[in-house]
């Protein structure tokens, strides 16, 4: 069962950056495609990018683009979440995901493996 842990998440003011760093306990190749998702108090989770492990080929939610970029590190066991300008409406938990097959965009129900999350608070 692979297990997957982020990290990184943390309180910032609007304009600031972070990086969320999703540690898997495997390597990311074995599932084709790794996500980054997140949720705001009484909303529904959503996606916000996601990751082809073996192209590196990536995709973006349009609420993220071109603040946000996701990576996959040379060992292929840790995945990242490049965030910058950040928003109050960017605000919420964010989890790492990974699926066995292709990306097929961000449904959660196509991720099959989920971290615990890590907590991004932006203030104005």
């Known amino acids: 069962q692979v297990k997957l842990v982020e990290s990184g998440g943390g309180s910032v003011q609007t304009g600031g950056s972070l990086r969320l760093t999703c540690a898997t306990s495997e390597y990311t190749y074995i599932h084709g495609c790794m996500g980054w998702f997140r949720q705001a108090p009484g909303k529904e989770r959503e996606g916000v990018a996601y990751?082809?492990?073996?192209?590196?080929?990536?995709y973006y939610a349009d609420s993220v683009k071109g603040r946000f970029t996701i990576s996959q590190d040379n060992t292929k066991t840790t995945v990242y979440l490049q965030m910058s300008s950040l928003k109050p409406e960017d605000t919420g938990m964010y989890y790492c995901?990974?699926?066995?097959?292709?990306?097929?965009?961000?449904?959660?129900?196509?991720?099959?493996?989920w971290g615990q999350g890590t907590q991004v608070t932006v203030s104005t």
């Open positions: 995901a990974a699926a066995a097959g292709r990306c097929r965009g961000l449904l959660t129900s196509y991720f099959g493996y």
């Open positions: 990751i082809a492990t073996g192209a590196g080929s990536t």
